[in-house]
T-cell receptor, first 115, second 113 residues
C-alpha cells in the first residue's frame, strides 16, 4: 500500500535559518505529491504540489522537488519567518482512476520559528 | 466562495451521548472526505464519498461511527455512543474530479468527558 514517511518533529529554528523537512514515500503507481500546512486552530491548506517526476512545486518561498529515483519530496525554504510556524504534512495521491482517490498523509512535522 | 463549512466548531459532551458533526462542501465539489486528527495517531482518513456515495469507509474505527451524505451539499458524521477516546479534531474536506487538491474545513474539536 501507499505510505508517507516524514521527518519527526518538533523542529525549532531561528528566524532567517534554512529549513529542510524530509519526506519519502512508497506508492504502487505514479502519485502526485503534496505539502499541506496547518496553522494553529485551522484546517490544512495546500502549500505546494508536484504531479510528475522532476517537477518542482513552489509557493511562499517554499520549494519541493519530486525525486522519483529517491522517492522523496523534501520541503525547503531558504529563510524562514516567525509566521511559518505551523505543522507541515507531506501527502501523496494516486492518479485519478487508479481506484485510490484519497490522500495518504505523513504524521506531520511541527515547526516553530523563534525571533 | 465560503469554503468548506463545518459545525459545530467545538463540541463537549459526556460519554455515552450521541454526537453529530456536520459538513457543507464547496459547491460543485463531488468528493467529500472525513478525517480525524489526534496527537497519538496523526491525521487519519475515516471515510470518503464520491457523488454522495460512500466509496471507502475502511478508516471508520468501529460501528459506533457512521457517516451519511444525503445530498451534494451536506454530510454528517455521527458517533453513538461517544467515548472519551473519540476526543479529537474532525476535519471535512472536499475536492472536484480532475484535480487532486483537497480543501479542508476549519475542523470540529470534540471533547468527550
Amino acid at each position: 500500500g501507499n505510505s508517507v514517511t516524514q521527518m519527526e518533529g518538533p523542529v525549532t529554528l531561528s528566524e532567517e535559518a534554512f529549513l529542510t523537512i524530509n519526506c519519502t514515500y512508497t506508492a504502487t503507481g505514479y502519485p502526485s505529491l503534496f505539502w499541506y500546512v496547518q496553522y494553529p486552530g485551522e484546517g490544512l491548506q495546500l502549500l505546494l504540489k508536484a504531479t510528475k517526476a522532476d517537477d518542482k512545486g513552489s509557493n511562499k518561498g517554499f520549494e519541493a522537488t519530486y525525486r522519483k529515483e529517491t522517492t522523496s519530496f523534501h520541503l525547503e525554504k531558504g529563510s524562514v519567518q516567525v509566521s511559518d510556524s505551523a505543522v507541515y504534512f507531506c501527502a501523496l495521491s494516486e492518479q485519478e482512476g487508479f481506484g485510490n482517490e484519497k490522500l495518504t498523509f505523513g504524521t506531520g512535522t511541527r515547526l516553530t520559528i523563534i525571533p | 466562495d465560503a469554503g468548506v463549512i463545518q459545525s459545530p466548531r467545538h463540541e463537549v459532551t459526556e460519554m455515552g451521548q450521541e454526537v453529530t458533526l456536520r459538513c457543507k462542501p464547496i459547491s460543485g465539489h463531488d468528493y467529500l472526505f472525513w478525517y480525524r486528527q489526534t496527537m497519538m495517531r496523526g491525521l487519519e482518513l475515516l471515510i470518503y464519498f464520491n457523488n454522495n456515495v460512500p466509496i471507502d469507509d475502511s478508516g471508520m474505527p468501529e460501528d459506533r461511527f457512521s457517516a451519511k451524505m444525503p445530498n451534494a451539499s451536506f454530510s454528517t458524521l455521527k458517533i453513538q455512543p461517544s467515548e472519551p477516546r473519540d476526543s479529537a479534531v474532525y476535519f471535512c474536506a472536499s475536492r472536484i474530479s480532475g484535480t487532486r487538491k483537497q480543501y479542508f474545513g476549519p475542523g470540529t474539536r470534540l471533547t468527550v468527558t
